[in-house]
């Protein structure tokens, strides 16, 4: 499959070096996307001079975007084909392949995850920092480092929001793939999904409302953006068709309509609804719904994608 991530394989510094996608790929770009909404959350946080709040979620996300976006860097390493060739990615940059933004993006977000990390340093790094108080506040205090570390968070969360998407979207061999919608479909998905655990862990009720509303506001979106995905599909080509038929009423009808759709979007919708308008209390039920219907889209995306084929005879 050297060939269907880039456009060309004149470069073979950066030809991508996969197999057969299994569980790694869906768990890698789940956890990407995930990483991209805390990224932006805690970015908006710092903008909004909050970062000195005890109680903010954006003191703590960056510690755990950090352990969760090295375990999905593990996810897709252990998906790798030639697992030792992984470093040539960084000796050369090609602007025309997916591969070869998302590597210099996912090294770019670890020094802003580090540097937001150092302004409210957890307790257990006075062992390796002198004064970690003082750094904290200086880094707080200095302009530069504060607008660059919000900035950053934002522009590289959006980044890799879109990468996920667009690393299966520019495969033309796949025709479920082939969706310039599947980006923004995937960043929706991540500020979603990232809306709901900040929800579900926020200590600070106004923020945990706040992000109980964002989050009924990216679930309305996401459900926007799957209608005009699969209408796009639907009004494409006859292949394109076909693999809109895999999750309408095919194969992959029943995952797509009862955990993606109801589970994943429709019901948390409804009971966040509620519970923002004090209905009903805030309880994990929905957060969790919407994290794990999150996880299963990128599980049904990458199945449906590698089954539907330009060539294949059973589809």
Request: proline share 4%; net charge positive; aromatic share 12%.
């Amino acid at each position: 499959m050297l060939n269907e991530i880039t456009t060309s394989r004149s470069n073979h510094l950066i030809d991508p070096i996969f197999h057969v996608w299994g569980w790694e790929i869906p768990v890698y770009l789940f956890i990407g996307g995930i990483v991209a909404g805390m990224m932006i959350i805690s970015g908006y946080s710092i903008m909004k001079g909050r970062i000195t709040e005890p109680d903010c979620s954006c003191r703590i996300l960056p510690r755990i975007s950090f352990i969760l976006l090295s375990i999905g860097m593990f996810a897709l390493f252990l998906d790798l084909e030639y697992k030792i060739h992984f470093w040539r990615l960084y000796t050369t940059f090609e602007i025309k392949s997916p591969m070869s933004w998302g590597a210099w993006i996912l090294l770019l977000v670890y020094p802003v995850l580090i540097a937001n990390i150092l302004m409210a340093p957890p307790e257990y790094l006075n062992k390796y920092i002198k004064n970690p108080g003082n750094l904290s506040k200086k880094f707080r205090e200095n302009r530069f480092i504060l607008n660059a570390t919000s900035y950053g968070n934002i522009v590289l969360g959006l980044g890799l929001g879109v990468y996920t998407g667009v690393l299966l979207s520019s495969m033309v061999s796949r025709p479920l793939w082939n969706s310039s919608l599947l980006a923004v479909l995937f960043l929706i998905s991540g500020l979603s999904a990232a809306a709901a655990f900040v929800h579900m862990i926020a200590r600070n009720v106004v923020e945990r409302e706040t992000l109980a509303r964002a989050d009924n506001i990216f679930l309305s979106i996401e459900l926007v953006v799957i209608f005009l995905f699969i209408a796009g599909l639907l009004n494409s080509t006859e292949v394109q068709i076909k693999a809109a038929y895999l999750l309408l009423t095919g194969t992959y009808a029943v995952t797509f309509w009862v955990f993606v759709v109801g589970l994943g979007i429709i019901i948390p919708l409804l009971i966040q609804t509620r519970a923002v308008n004090h209905k009903v209390q805030h309880t994990a039920i929905a957060p969790v719904l919407v994290i794990m219907g999150g996880l299963i889209l990128r599980f049904l995306i990458v199945e449906a994608g590698q089954y539907s084929h330009w060539l294949n005879a059973h589809f």
